[in-house]
């Protein structure tokens, strides 16, 4: 085995004891801790597929903000230490398992029955391409999303507004 | 000026943007009025416009520019029908005007997109401004609030599912243009691959369209939206979804029956779902929502056709759906005095108290069901043929069956209004305005079922 494959089944291993973690840890600062764990994981394993842009973006939006934004939303919520109840009853564990093996195996199905592509060398997209792409064959979707950002901005400080009127 | 119906649209936003930060806020509902009927205006008058834009990511041709017609025309009834009970709160008024603008911009980019970037972002920039403008109910304490977060959730959950079917979509074909898709697609359709990416990524409309599985949110939001919201929500964002379908589903005209056997159940079961649990509503809108959901499902048995034919039944009925279902809630928002929600009850004696609502109700009533000569049989027609003619006889049957059974409650809701005598016969005044917009509804529905033909002329060169 080599360096790459045992980092590799690290970075397996991390990103699922993470989403483990975070489903049925029972506080949700340790909830957090291990959706980070996952996020790291599957940026190891972006930069597995060539896509060390998208794995940069993973640890920067969802480490560095997303992560960032759930313990100020927790911090200001106070803490809970409650066990899960979903996990409680054996019932509901089985059948949350047959749905997670279901949809497991469906999707293995579908994937060992298709055939991707035939191309010799893997598909490819440099941190350049995209930069490119984005000033010109994706200038329409870049300009969108500056609209979509106002919107998104006037609609928080007004409902931000409107909740504090109505207190 | 290819865009013009969109610049104009992006100007009302900014002009209620800066009413609404404004000291003085003027009168926004006869503001409003004017330059939203300006807008269905601009909207005719740049129909024949054709170009592509921003490197073939941006298509302006007849199918995306009748849509934007009828997108900026439901816009401005919607807008005209608020105008007459302000059931929103006052001093939100001007941004609740510049969020249906801002919706209706991103619904008109959405017809015009043909890259599926623009698609997802202009699809998510119509349901930002439906998010936002869904709690701003007066007099109401917390229907609203779960209603905004319902619709809030499952619309995110229903995004986030379809950017997993065009991950896969870009994935096979190595490109997000939907004219290099479908070049590419042909080859992948007879795997499970391209069937999965495909479904997937007509989750995200179905959820607009609110067909069986992603139809969890209609009712609790239209029952907590407020009666203009629901309005909005029930009708524009629908046409902009069908027309997507269209766009969607026309890259696989070659699939296989499985893809139109998934469409086939999806479509039966939302029929005979909504219907079924129509039957024992009391509260109107929530009526309407299951109405809404056995809809989509009539308007999936054109899409599964997978024909021309099919499509060109899809407009057509997209269109009627438009004005029966903008006629059927204008009665809510006449008949309801404070904002609250009407219930059967409320429709007693309505043929005393006004017999042009009564009328305008019954109007609808007939043709959501589908009794002719209103639009609603005609259009109904159209989807049964197209579905028959591809040789679909089984959802035919089950949509001919399902139509009898919504039959009973679109029924009752005439029967309650015309036959049974309330106790007290306060007459319901209505203005000018309402009259007007009440003949226009009743002209509409009786033009699209007499005279199908003079629509059909424009629509038949706009489908592929």
Redesign the interface.
Known sequence: MTLGELIFIFLLFVTFCGALTTVIARSLIYALVGLVATMFGIAGLYIYLNAPFIAMMQILIYVGAVAILIVFAIMLAGPFYKKPTEWSKVTKFLVSLIIALFTYLLFM???L?????GQDTA?MITTKDIGRSLF??????FE??S??IV??I??AL??AI?SK?RK | MLLLPELYMMLLAIIFLFISIGKRKGNVVACGQLLSILGVVISLSSIFFKGELFYGAYRVDLFSQVFKVLLAAGYCLVILMLGSKDEIEHEYIAEFYMFLSFSTLGLMMLVSSVELISIVLSLEISSYSLYVILPLRRAQVQVQHEASIKYLFFGAISSGIMLYGMGYLYGICHSTFLTDIIRVLPKFLNQPIGILALVLTLTGFLFKLSLFPFHFWSPDVYEGASHSTTTFIATIPKIAAAALLIRITSMAYLAPPVLVQILMVLAALSMTFGNLVGLVQRDIKRLLAYSGIAHAGYIMMGILALSREGNLSVVYYITIYLFMNLACLYTVILLSKDGENVTLDGLIGLSKRSPLLAFTLATSAFSLAGIPPTGGFTGKLYLFISAFREGYLTIVIIGAVNTVISIFYYLNLVRMSYSKEGNSVTPLKLSGMAKIICLIFIFFILAMGVTPSSFMGLFKHMVF
Do not use: E, N, W
């Open positions: 199905r579908i994937i029955h298709s055939f991707l592509g598909f010109d064959k994706l200038t329409f979707p969108l999303v609209l979509l919107v998104s006037i609609g007004m409902l409107f009127d």
